[in-house]
C-alpha cells in the first residue's frame, strides 16, 4: 500500500508502506517483526506496531524506538513505537514452509492422491495431458502474449 505524506509546492508526497516495513524490520532485534504502521503525515509521525511473541519479556519501548528513529531521521520522521503481543499460534505458523500453509498446494495435494487412486497413473496420465493441452491451447488463443508467441511462430514460416 502507498501511504500519503504530504502535499508541498511540487505536489504531493507519498511513501510505499513495504518499504518502511523492511527498513524498520532490519532495526529490530531477533524475535520481534513490524506487525503493521500508521503515518500521521500532518505531524510527520509513524507508529510501528512491533509484536512480540508472547511469552517473551516484553522489550523497552526506547530501546526498540531508537535504532528506527535513527534510520528514519533522513527522512524527517519522528517514531512512535507500540508493542504489540503475538498469539503462540501465529510464531508456530511463521515456522512452516509457505508452500504448508497455501490451500491451492493442499488441495492439489489431494485431488492428485484422489486421482491416483480412483483412476490409476494411466487415467491421471490422460487427465494431466488433455488438462494441459486445454490449458495450452486456451493460453495460446485467448491470451495475448499466447497470440504474440504464435504469430512470431507463423512469421518463420512465411519467409
Not at 513495504?18 to 517483526?33: F, H, Q, V, Y
Not at 500532518?42 to 512491533?50: F, G, I, M
Not at 487427465?127 to 493460453?139: K, P, R, Y
Request: proline share 6%; with cysteine; net charge negative.
Amino acid at each position: 500500500m502507498i501511504l500519503f505524506w504530504k502535499s508541498g509546492s511540487l505536489g504531493r508526497l507519498w511513501i510505499d508502506e513495504s518499504a518502511l516495513k523492511e527498513a524498520i524490520e532490519r532495526c529490530l532485534p531477533d524475535g520481534t517483526n513490524c506487525r503493521s504502521i500508521q503515518l500521521f503525515g500532518d505531524r510527520d509521525l509513524l507508529n510501528v506496531y512491533v509484536a512480540v511473541p508472547s511469552g517473551t519479556k516484553m522489550p523497552e519501548t526506547d530501546v526498540l524506538r531508537r535504532p528506527v528513529a535513527e534510520a528514519l531521521a533522513p527522512l524527517g520522521l519522528n517514531v512512535s513505537v507500540s508493542l504489540v503481543a503475538e498469539p503462540p499460534e501465529a510464531a508456530a505458523e511463521k515456522g512452516r514452509h509457505p508452500l504448508f500453509r497455501s490451500p491451492t498446494f493442499w488441495g492439489i495435494a489431494v485431488g492428485t492422491l484422489v486421482a491416483i487412486f480412483n483412476l490409476g497413473l494411466s487415467g491421471l496420465f490422460w487427465v494431466l495431458f488433455f488438462g494441459f493441452s486445454a490449458f495450452g491451447l486456451a493460453w495460446l488463443f485467448l491470451t495475448t502474449a499466447g497470440r504474440e508467441r504464435l504469430a512470431s511462430f507463423l512469421d518463420n514460416f512465411e519467409e
